[in-house]
């Protein structure tokens, strides 16, 4: 099974940008963290992190038939992107929105989600916690969709 991780705008700056709300995790200790999570699952998992739109749509559409699901933090993209939404019900490949911080708990312009209806789930609010949350959340999705 392959997850592809996609993350949005800025997450490069994890543990220096606002660690009041996003924490002291990196982007890379994260990726570390999910990357052995997977092992664990017996699970491949590709990962990419842009801070352009047009690059994520790139990434998102290059995932069809290659990538059995997608766990994605679009980060700003996430309330905006009309076209990484298009993107993802293009490869049709099943998608959990992740995110560090609770959306719903922030400013208005970030409560609402432009994927979230298209997606499997969404974790939100957990902290680095987000991703493990979403890859296991998304493998069990699979595998009981595969029947097994």
Known sequence: MHIAVLNGPNLNLLGEREPELYGRITLGEIEARTRERARALDVEVSWAQTNHEGELVDAIQRLKGKADGVMINAAAFTHTSLAVR??????????????????FAREPERRRSVLADAAVGMVTGFGAESYRLGLEGLVGFLQARRGG
């Open 86 to 103: 298009d993107a993802l019900l293009a490869v049709r490949v099943p998608f959990v929105e992740v995110h560090l911080s609770n959306i």
